[in-house]
């Protein structure tokens, strides 16, 4: 069946080090999204890619959609307190969103 | 604007009894989904909706059923609780088109015992 495979499941950095998850499906995708979630809160939608080879940026925060479709990364600079939660990829196939197991962001001031 | 709301947001019941969460949105987005989340496997899908009376399921229903006879609510139940049912759920809706942004709810922090 459709998966989504998210690495590392954990990252621990200090604060103005860099960040990056990375997400790999099985199958290619018709497109991606990247959600965070704050400890004790819900997701929240931060990006959605949609083409291949696409790159977009929201300020620290680089999000790549692999040339296959099959992958996507979320890389933050300089990683702030403000950045601490878990960062989800869900992949869109089938009719369906896939969410990869999450990346639980840790950021030591 | 209350946006999406869920409730209860804590609840405690014994295997084998009948629960209903609730989740309600006041923005007429037409697709509405379930997700439960446990420790490892991020957000998984249990049903979703296209619109009401339209239903469909997703990665993990099995124990689960839902309804939408109006557009704003997507009650799930789950018939018979289970222990491996212990999870926090979370209600989403999207407005035009399934791809789209998801809009997440507060979540339902369940624990069967």
């Known amino acids: 069946g459709q998966q989504v495979m998210q690495i590392p499941q954990y990252q621990h950095v200090q604060e103005g080090e860099d960040f990056t998850t990375y997400c790999n499906s099985s199958t290619t995708l018709s497109n991606i999204q990247w959600y965070k979630q704050r400890p004790g809160g819900h997701p929240v939608f931060l990006i959605q890619l949609v083409k291949s080879g696409e790159v977009k940026k929201q300020k620290r925060l680089t999000f790549q959609f692999g040339e296959a479709k099959k992958n996507s990364s979320l890389h933050i600079t300089a990683t702030q307190t403000t950045d601490v939660g878990t960062y989800f990829c869900a992949g869109y196939n089938f009719n369906k969103f896939y969410f990869g197991s999450g990346t639980k962001l840790n950021v030591k001031p | 604007d209350a946006g999406i709301t869920q409730s209860p947001r804590y609840k405690i019941t014994e295997t084998g009894r009948q629960v209903t969460l609730m989740c309600h949105q006041t923005?007429?987005?037409?697709?509405m989904f379930w997700y439960r989340q446990d420790l490892g496997h991020g957000l998984r899908l249990i049903y979703y909706s296209a619109a009401a009376d339209i239903t469909d399921k997703g990665e993990v229903p099995d124990g689960y059923v839902v309804s939408r006879s109006k557009t704003e609510n997507f009650p799930l139940t789950l018939e018979s609780a289970t222990r491996s049912q212990t999870s926090v759920y979370f209600c989403?809706?999207?407005?035009?088109?399934?791809?789209?942004?998801?809009?997440f709810g507060p979540g339902t922090r369940l624990t069967v015992l």
């Open positions: 989403a809706s999207t407005g035009t088109g399934v791809v789209n942004e998801q809009f």
């Open positions: 923005w007429s987005h037409s697709y």
